[in-house]
């Protein structure tokens, strides 16, 4: 099945700098990319996703890369803000039935 | 628009007890998904349902967990017996159509076995 990486587990920005956050998938077939954000005590709520014919997908301060071929995807967070704290998600799935997560990366963003 | 909602919030039981965990998704999704969150496993797939049909439950843990989904606007996760392991955050998630991919999420229920 699909297997999901996420790097890194943490992240520390100072208000206004960039945030990169990367994951990798191990089947060719995953075609659908979504990126969720989990505030503490909520549920994970989709910010952005991208499918596999697009290569980047840009909405405001938020966009995403893939690369098909190296099968890897990034989340570019732009001039972040304290509310932009929180644990980011990506997952990959086929069908969109099947999302796979990756384990998470707590951003904090510095005051 | 409600959004998903589980029930309940928080449970803390101790271990041997059944507990039943509730959602209702939102109105005219045909897709409802229950997922497990823990630190050391992140968030896991459980069970998914396709107008109201079970399509895949190879991701729950065993025997113990059952989930049930008897109209378009409930769906049940059981444990029974439970144990100090199946301690973690459950969620609900909803889905109104494939094409769209997005998952609405509820906002889970913690539950603790002792």
């Known amino acids: 099945g699909e297997n999901v990486e996420q790097h890194p587990s943490t992240l520390s920005v100072q208000e206004g700098d960039s945030a990169v956050i990367k994951c990798t998938y191990s089947?060719?077939?995953?075609?659908?990319f979504p990126w969720y954000k989990q505030e503490l005590g909520k549920g994970p709520q989709l910010i952005i996703d991208?499918?596999?014919?697009?290569g980047e997908k840009k909405d405001q301060r938020i966009a995403v890369t893939l690369n098909k071929t190296a099968k890897h995807f990034s989340l570019h967070i732009t001039e972040t803000q304290p509310e932009d704290s929180a644990v980011y998600f990506c997952?990959?799935?086929?069908?969109?039935?099947?999302?796979?997560f990756g384990a998470g990366t707590r951003l904090t963003v510095k005051p | 628009d409600a959004g998903v909602i589980q029930s309940p919030r928080h449970e803390v039981t101790e271990m041997g007890q059944e507990v039943t965990l509730r959602c209702k998704p939102i109105?005219?999704?045909?897709?409802l998904f229950w997922y497990r969150q823990t630190m050391m496993r992140g968030l896991e797939l459980l069970i998914y349902?396709?107008?109201?049909?079970?399509?895949?439950d190879s991701g729950m843990p065993e025997d113990r967990f059952s989930a049930k989904m008897p109209n378009a606007s409930f769906s049940t996760l059981k444990i029974q017996p439970s144990e100090p392991r199946d301690s973690a955050v459950y969620f609900c998630?909803?889905?109104?159509?494939?094409?769209?991919?997005?998952?609405?999420f509820g906002e889970g229920s913690r539950l603790t076995v002792l």
């Open positions: 998630a909803s889905r109104g159509s494939a094409n769209t991919g997005e998952l609405f």
């Open positions: 089947d060719s077939a995953s075609n659908y």
């Open positions: 991208i499918r596999s014919n697009v």
């Open positions: 997952a990959a799935s086929i069908r969109a039935d099947d999302m796979r």
């Open positions: 109105s005219g999704h045909n897709s």
């Open positions: 349902f396709n107008n109201n049909v079970p399509i895949d």
